[in-house]
């Protein structure tokens, strides 16, 4: 059976955690940061990780790990 192939698209955006979870950044922070608030702003910022409901469908986008 050949090696199966990382998607790059997901390897770019998520990390694996000691524990196997999978952590991802937020979305709405790149742009169009002025009708934003300050705390809105400041949770945008901090890491996430990936839903129960996806994480099986991200872990096989990843065979290897990212």
Do not use: E
């Amino acid at each position: 059976m050949p090696k199966m192939k990382t998607h790059r698209g997901a390897a770019k955006r998520l990390k694996s955690t000691a524990s196997g979870r999978l952590k991802r950044h937020k979305a709405n922070h790149s742009h169009i940061l002025t009708k934003k608030t300050r705390k809105r702003k400041r949770r945008l910022r901090a890491a996430d990780f990936v839903d129960k409901a996806n994480q099986r469908q991200m872990k096989q986008l990843l065979p290897y790990g990212p």
